[in-house]
């Protein structure tokens, strides 16, 4: 049984790789999908792993340091390198510079930062300080959904700048409120319950391009309850 969390934990590993793979045939149709929505769906295959491997783990009593690495490294590749590489070869497809391309490899660079950080700091078991890396890959595939669906083509300064943000925003010395709940109570879950609004908003009203939104939401709140509650 003790297996159980770090067999799940793989599984997030090689949904993120089948990502890369997707994401390096972003602008070709795959069955009768295109390159680009299928590394979404590995992306989020990956998340509900990330999910379910801490569930079993709290269930089943079984917590390991390995489990703790193994977690870290499978969400660099899945949330790190795979929306990066998905952006990379959407931002070459649009004829992007070169320079402009591999700004995107500052994602898993800072997710790299960003999860060793987490991993040595126990203040951040309910709060974190910076963009947890799996909020990142969400932006990341509404930028992607952005640049990949935009018939006149995006602006690449105006997407370049969003990447360098996101990226920043993960090694980022802000706090931001944890996305579990502890409770049903409104009044200590009240940002969470306006993200979840936000997040039915954002999807309905815009499809994948309404992660873009979401996560950019996420922050902005943060910054705003960082500056009217003392814990957030």
Known sequence: ????PNSITILNLLFGCMGIYCAFHCTETIGSTPGYILCFY??????????CDGLCARMLGAYSELGKQLDSLSDLVSFGVAPAML??????QGGAPLPVC???LLIPAMGALRLGRFNIDPSQATTFKGMPIPACALFCIGLAAITAETPSGVNMYAASGSVIAIALLMVAPVKMYSLKFK?????DNILRYML???AVICI?????QGLYYLIGYYAV???IANLFCSDI
């Open 183 to 187: 409770s049903l109570s409104l009044k």
């Open 1 to 4: 049984m003790k297996y159980i």
């Open 42 to 51: 590995c992306i989020l295959l990956a998340a509900v792993a990330d999910f």
């Open 221 to 223: 709140s943060s910054f």
């Open 102 to 104: 591999l700004l995107t």
């Open 204 to 208: 309905a009203a815009c499809g994948w």
């Open 196 to 198: 979840a609004i936000a």
């Open 87 to 92: 952006l990379l070869n959407l931002f070459q």
